[in-house]
């Protein structure tokens, strides 16, 4: 198998990013990533999504702040359907228990103020 430079990039960067994860991080990891492809294609339109972008509709909160307010357990519970339901202006999104979770895993990823944030290894996450 060929390796493009930019595959070893991303490999080593991966690698210092999962270093500084717990446990599980190289799922975390990954599920995080899907879960930033999902924001980017059904949350974008209405919340900022990224770390200092600003929301395109006012009314919605900023992805990142939704993950500083809730705990990961309930952000699960929320991103699972609930949420989409109660919101009127929110779209019909039914998320499955996967996509919940890595949105969650996304939004945790992005939001700043949580007791357990350790080495922000997010900062970098965001831009790949
Ligand atoms: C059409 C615009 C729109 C889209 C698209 C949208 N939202 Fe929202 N969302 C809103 C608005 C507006 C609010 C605030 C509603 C309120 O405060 O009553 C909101 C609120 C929320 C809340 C609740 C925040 C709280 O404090 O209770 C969550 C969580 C959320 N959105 C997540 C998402 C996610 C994840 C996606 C993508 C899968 C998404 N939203 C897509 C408009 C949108």
Redesign the pocket.
């Known amino acids: 198998m060929t390796r493009s430079p930019f595959r070893s990039i991303m490999i080593a960067i991966a690698s210092v990013l999962v270093a500084e994860l717990p446990a599980n991080a190289e799922d975390d990891l990954e599920s995080a990533f899907r879960g930033k492809r999902?924001?980017e294609a059904?949350?974008a339109?209405?919340?900022a999504i990224a770390q200092f972008d600003e929301s395109t509709?006012g009314?919605?909160?900023p992805?990142r702040e939704?993950g500083s307010?809730f705990s990961p357990k309930e952000l699960r519970d929320?991103?699972s359907g609930k949420?989409f339901r109660e919101?009127a202006?929110?779209?019909d999104?039914e998320?499955d228990h996967q996509q919940a979770a890595d949105?969650a895993n996304y939004?945790l990823s992005i939001s700043d103020n949580r007791s357990e944030a350790h080495a922000k290894p997010s900062r970098r996450l965001h831009r790949m």
């Open positions: 999902l924001a059904n949350c339109g209405c919340h509709l009314a919605a909160p992805l939704i307010r929320m991103l949420v919101h202006m929110m779209p999104f998320p949105l939004i």
